[in-house]
């Protein structure tokens, strides 16, 4: 079993990366790429999240304790950013981490910045994508 330890080490492990924008890095404005085996180990925040997935699915992490999803970060919804949604059973339920490159622990839900709107998320277990319903508002 995984454990609030290990969320929180490969966090740390994958954030240690340095951040490098697409277009600086591919010549192109998005682009989609593990940051652990990226030449350089750089990367931006989709990035840092891909990497984050395979790392904890490496270690075994079930597939569906895992989601991709991007927050506006911006008032005017102009600026988005993604992250890793990690579940991790408890003996009350589910405790639900944020971890996101550039902040350096994990987020639990009270600690999300106030500024971020939930965009998108992926539906657990599965290549499919979701709205989230206040970014519909």
Request: aromatic share 10%; hydrophobic share 40%.
């Amino acid at each position: 079993m995984i454990t609030r330890n290990e969320i929180f080490r490969i966090h740390s492990t994958v954030n240690a990366c340095e951040y490098e924008a697409d277009l600086a890095k591919y010549g192109v404005p998005e682009k989609w790429a593990d940051i652990m085996t990226a030449a350089g180990k750089t990367g931006d925040c989709e990035d840092t999240m891909i990497g984050k997935a395979h790392q904890f699915l490496a270690a075994g992490w079930p597939v569906d304790h895992l989601r991709f999803a991007t927050y506006w970060t911006q008032p005017d919804k102009t600026g988005y950013h993604a992250v890793l949604l990690v579940d991790l059973p408890t003996g009350d339920g589910i405790c639900t981490y944020m971890l996101s490159n550039g902040i350096s622990t994990p987020l639990v839900a009270a600690d999300i910045p106030a500024g971020w709107v939930p965009h998108m998320y992926q539906i657990a277990g599965t290549p499919r994508w979701e709205f989230a319903q206040e970014a519909l508002t």
